[in-house]
């Protein structure tokens, strides 16, 4: 709700919901009840209409709530080049840099959100520099490629720390041994 709300009454402003939850009841009564026109409750996507749906997107928006360590969406829209307007919750703003890749916003706080989505709307020139911001975070921090440099020096390490942990529990005494008699 707190996204329909950002929205709410500011016909420039296009929204498509995509997704389904225990909310959705309540969303789509709330849409109903304040006859919300300029939002567009699609549901669970996926395939080609997901695609043509982030393709679409001028950027897209995470008003999370709850605690997310790394919402695979904000990977995703950087993959795809375009920025991301999010809530400043859990892990989100380690991926989502405020004014590079897209904008941070209060949890909950629909007035915020309002103020972000509208200066992207107004803005352009700041979507298409945050959209490409947004492609070279993808490039360069969560490639494939990338990915699997990072988990190889991972396995690197762990086998030279434990073959240090064998080599000492392996290695003979330098002390004579003393034998105790009775």
Do not use: W
């Not at 939850?21 to 919300?36: A, F, N």
């Not at 709850?66 to 989100?92: D, H, M, Q, R, T």
């Not at 897209?102 to 309002?114: E, K, N, T, V």
């Not at 396995?155 to 434990?162: A, D, R, S």
């Amino acid at each position: 709700l707190t996204l329909v709300k950002a929205v709410e009454g500011d016909d420039s402003i296009r929204l498509v919901l995509a997704g389904s939850g225990p909310e959705e009841p309540t969303i789509r009564r709330y849409l109903r009840d304040k006859q919300i026109g300029n939002v567009e409750l699609v549901g669970f996507v996926e395939g080609q209409r997901r695609a043509r749906l982030m393709r679409g997107a001028s950027f897209f928006v995470i008003p999370s709530e709850c605690y997310e360590n790394c919402p695979l969406l904000i990977l995703e829209a950087f993959a795809s080049g375009k920025p991301v307007v999010a809530a400043s919750i859990g892990g989100i703003p380690e991926l989502v840099r405020a004014g590079f890749n897209g904008l941070l916003f209060q949890p909950g706080s629909s007035s915020r959100l309002a103020e972000r989505i509208r200066y992207l709307v107004s803005n352009p020139q700041e979507v298409t520099r945050m959209g490409r911001n947004a492609r070279k975070t993808a490039e360069e921090l969560y490639s494939p490629g990338v990915h699997y440099q990072k988990l190889m020096r991972i396995y690197e390490e762990v086998t030279v720390i434990h073959r240090r942990k064998m080599a000492r529990k392996t290695k003979p005494s330098l002390l004579p041994r003393m034998e105790t008699r009775p």
